[in-house]
């Protein structure tokens, strides 16, 4: 992994901002999810617009040229068009080559999976170098009137590069990827309900819903599948990779919610502080939020090289997805348009960050 970068639109939507047309509390959204806010794209934001700057970012802190990508893959659980792909536009929009540029689906697991595909495909020779990138405008794939569902879910993109053995960056050295579509029926998809034009509610609740359809989840199934599968893809990792959980640096999970990550540091018996997190601030950004989460710790330097990170996911099929990497130098980016307005928010609008040797 040559490169790790993120990209999240400038609207901050607060849990008090919700309570003015949804009913329910601040105080009800933190202690079910430790959700505090979430980003949300405006009605001007596509989902290339995100895709698109991840990996410009990306492209920026590595110094790669688009023209040296040939292998474009994408990932969303909240696709604006049946076809062309998303990643086809962006091959497009950056002017990558004419290589293979396809999206995946494997709901919030598909950055991951992204990765093993990177890998397999630089393995056997049929890619030097591939972009990866999941984007996220979940805003449109919820009911804002289902508070069980609307509160949950934020908007971004993550974007990784990979590269070669002969590349500097940080070593994949396991992979775990899986599914059991036995429990598909547990959280999925149902038709949008009619979006009344005249209501009060904000702009950005009113956006056409992603392919006309509105998220559905049975909340207790998904809870017990994510927590268990959480725990054995750490440990399933560990294994692969010859160390116990000891020697893992930091865990950066998927961020469905603070009680999933705390429900699975408490049966691996590991502490908090070893997960990263950010959903407090970013909600469940799917298939974005393992590269949100990583360009984030690394950009604040909690990962030295030599270390291990454990990246895990699961999500809708469902899947499941994890990456040990040995950290090693590489660049970092996180294109953050609201941390510019705000000095608490943790940097200015761009970090760009690459590890010493």
């Known amino acids: 992994m040559v490169a790790v970068a993120s990209a999240l639109p400038a609207l901050r939507i607060s849990n008090a901002d919700v309570e003015t047309f949804l009913d329910t509390s601040d105080e009800w959204i933190a202690s079910r999810t430790g959700i505090r806010e979430r980003r949300i794209a405006g009605p001007e934001v596509s989902l290339l617009d995100l895709a698109a700057r991840a990996a410009r970012a990306a492209l920026g802190a590595a110094g790669w040229e688009a023209a040296e990508i040939d292998t474009v893959i994408c990932s969303s659980s909240s696709p604006d068009e049946t076809f062309p792909s998303l990643a086809c536009r962006l091959q497009a929009e950056l002017g990558c080559p004419h290589g293979p540029a396809f999206d995946i689906q494997a709901a919030c697991s598909g950055a991951l999976y992204g990765l093993g595909l990177a890998q397999s495909l630089i393995q056997t020779g049929l890619s030097r170098r591939v972009l990866i990138v999941s984007a996220e405008v979940f805003s449109r794939l919820v009911d804002w009137s289902d508070r069980s569902t609307a509160v949950l879910f934020g908007d971004g993109a993550g974007a990784f590069l990979v590269g070669g053995p002969d590349e500097e960056g940080s070593q994949i050295i396991a992979i775990d990827l899986g599914a059991d579509g036995s429990g598909a029926h547990t959280l999925g998809t149902l038709p949008a309900p009619e979006i009344d034009l005249a209501d009060r509610r904000p702009p950005y609740t009113r956006s056409a819903r992603a392919l006309g359809r509105v998220v559905s989840m049975n909340g207790r199934e998904v809870f017990r599948f994510s927590t268990r599968i959480l725990e054995q893809l750490v440990l399933r990792l560990a294994e692969s990779a010859g160390v116990g959980l000891e020697g893992i640096r930091l865990v950066v999970p998927h961020q469905a919610n603070s009680r999933i990550l705390a429900t699975a540091a408490g049966r691996l018996g590991l502490p908090m502080d070893r997960f990263a997190s950010n959903v ?51 660049a970092v980016a996180v294109d953050d348009p609201a941390a510019e307005s705000d000095p608490g928010s943790g940097g200015p609008d761009m970090v760009r960050e690459e590890a010493e040797e």
């Open 280 to 330: 407090e601030r970013l909600g469940n950004t799917s298939s974005a939020s393992v590269p949100l989460a990583l360009a984030e710790v690394a950009a604040k330097g909690e990962l030295e090289n030599g270390d291990l990170a454990c990246l895990v996911a699961f999500g809708a099929g469902l899947t499941w997805g994890g990456v040990m990497l040995r950290w090693g130098p590489t």
